[in-house]
C-alpha cells in the first residue's frame, strides 16, 4: 500500500491467507452500495482509472465487470498482494497493468488518469496530505478522486449489544495511531479533501445491515486474526478476548439479532490551479519546512484564509478580513480545526479563545507573521504558545 504506516500484511493478522479472504471481504460487505455510487461518475465511458493500493485486485476485477469499456491500472506495495493481483486479473482486457510500487514513489511515466481509487488505505498513512498531493499530480485536469474509508468510532454495532466491541475498537484505534494511522479518517476526508485543492467535494456513507445482506458478509470482513494479534501485542486483555468471542457466539445465536457497519465515501475533482493562485501544496511537511526560517512563509495568509474559509464553507475570497470570526459564524469545532491547522503547519498555536472572542482574520495574520518573524529566537522544535492579547496584535 504506502512504504510506511500502520498497514503491513505480514503483521496485521495472524494469517495472511485468511487476511487476503478478509480484504476481499470487505468490498463484498458494501458492494450493492458501492456500485451504485461508483456509477454516478460515469465510470463506463472509456475512462482510464487507477487503484492505489490495490490489494489482491478484486475491487478491479469488481469494476472491470462494471464497466467493460474502461481501463484499469493498479499500484501495490506488498510483492504478495501484487502476485495475488497478478494472478486473479490475468487475462482480463481491461486491466492495463498492475504496478507494484508504493504510492508515494509511483512512476506514471507521463500517464495521467481520468479517477484515482483509494480504498481503506488512508487510514493508514502518517501523512495523508503526501498522498493527495501525490493523487493531484496524476490525475488529468478534470480528473476525480474517491477516498473511500473506515471511522472507527462508527464501525460494527450489533443487537444484542456487546460492550466488549468498545473494549476491541478502543484497542484497534490505540495500535494503529502507534503505528502512524489515523483509524477515524472517515468523519475527515471532506476536510482533507478540501485542504488539498480538491473541488465540489461531496461525502457519502454506506451502510450495510445483516437483515438486508445477511451475516456471512459481516463475518468474513471482520475475521478473528486482527483481535488475536491485538492481544498478542498486549492492546487488548484476553480477559476481553474471551469475553468478546463468548458473547458474539450468544448475539448470533440470538434469532432477533442484527449487525450493522458504516464506511465513509468523499469524493472531489481538481481544482482549477489559477483558481488557487499555485498555492504551495497543503502538506505538513512541506510547511514544517519553514520552521527554521527568519522571516513569515510568503503564503502563510492566505493559508490562514484557505483554512478560515474550509472551516466556514465560503469561498476565501469572500473572507472579510476585519469582521471577527465569530460574527462570520465560527463555532469552537471550527476554531478547533483551524487551531490544529495552524499548528501543523507552523507549529504555532493561536487559543480558540482568542478565534472566539472578537479576533479578526487579519489580526490572527499579522500575529502569525510576528511569531514566524521571531521564529529564529525561540525553539522550533516546541509549539509555540501564542498569548496573542499579551501581544497587543488582538
Known amino acids: 500500500m504506502i512504504s510506511s504506516g500502520s498497514y503491513q500484511l505480514s503483521t496485521f493478522s495472524t494469517s495472511i491467507k485468511a487476511e487476503m479472504k478478509r480484504l476481499d471481504a470487505q468490498i463484498d460487505l458494501f458492494w450493492q452500495k458501492e456500485r451504485i455510487f461508483y456509477q454516478k461518475f460515469n465510470m463506463g465511458n472509456h475512462l482510464h482509472i487507477i487503484d492505489l ?19 484499469f491500472t493498479g499500484v501495490e506495495q506488498d510483492p504478495l498482494l501484487v502476485q495475488a493481483a497478478l494472478s486473479r486479473l ?18 506514471s511515466q507521463t500517464e495521467n488518469f481520468d479517477i484515482a481509487i483509494l480504498r481503506l488505505v488512508l487510514e493508514h498513512v502518517p501523512d495523508p ?23 472507527f468510532e462508527y464501525h460494527l454495532s450489533t443487537f444484542p449489544q456487546i460492550e466488549e466491541l468498545k473494549d476491541l475498537y478502543k484497542a484497534y484505534r490505540e495500535s494503529r495511531i502507534q503505528d502512524g494511522g489515523d483509524p477515524c479518517i472517515g468523519r475527515r476526508l471532506p476536510y482533507l479533501l478540501k485542504q488539498a485543492g480538491f473541488n465540489q467535494v461531496d461525502l457519502d456513507i454506506f451502510t450495510a445491515h445483516s437483515q438486508l445482506i445477511g ?19 498486549g492492546f487488548l486483555q484476553e480477559s476481553v478476548l474471551h469475553s468478546l468471542v463468548r458473547k458474539w457466539k ?13 464506511l465513509f465515501a468523499a469524493s472531489g475533482v481538481m481544482k482549477d490551479y489559477q483558481d488557487s493562485g499555485n498555492r504551495e501544496e497543503f502538506s505538513s511537511k512541506s510547511f514544517s519546512d519553514h520552521t527554521g526560517a527568519s522571516a513569515a512563509p510568503p503564503d502563510y495568509r492566505q493559508f490562514l484564509y ?25 463555532d469552537s469545532v471550527g476554531a478547533l480545526d483551524i487551531q490544529n491547522a495552524l499548528k501543523g503547519a507552523f507549529n504555532i498555536e493561536i487559543p480558540i479563545s482568542a478565534m472566539l472572542g472578537g ?36
Not at 481491461?94 to 512512476?107: A, C, L, M, T
Not at 451475516?215 to 501485542?233: M, N, Q, Y
Open 129 to 151: 496530505f503526501l498522498v493527495l498531493n501525490k493523487i493531484r499530480s496524476i490525475l488529468k485536469p478534470e480528473g476525480r478522486i474517491i477516498v473511500i474509508d473506515n471511522d
Open 250 to 262: 450468544e448475539m448470533l445465536e440470538n434469532p432477533h439479532h442484527c449487525l450493522i457497519r458504516q
Open 306 to 330: 484557505d483554512t478560515i474559509s474550509v472551516s466556514l464553507n465560503i469561498d476565501s475570497a469572500l473572507i472579510d478580513e476585519n469582521t471577527p470570526l465569530i460574527d462570520a459564524g465560527l
Open 359 to 394: 479576533a479578526t482574520p487579519n489580526q490572527i495574520a499579522e500575529s502569525l507573521k510576528l511569531q514566524l518573524e521571531n521564529r529564529t529566537s525561540q525553539n522550533p522544535d516546541s509549539p509555540e504558545s501564542s498569548d496573542i492579547e499579551e501581544r497587543g496584535t488582538l
Open 215 to 233: 451475516d456471512s458478509p459481516f463475518l468474513s470482513s471482520e475475521g478473528g486474526g486482527i483481535p488475536t494479534r491485538l492481544a498478542k501485542s
Open 90 to 107: 490475468q487475462g482480463n482486457s481491461s486491466v492495463v497493468k498492475i504496478i507494484n510500487s508504493s504510492i508515494e514513489h509511483f512512476d
Open 53 to 71: 493500493g490495490c490489494g489482491t485486485g478484486y475491487l478491479i476485477h469488481k469494476l472491470s465487470l462494471e464497466f467493460p469499456l474502461s481501463k
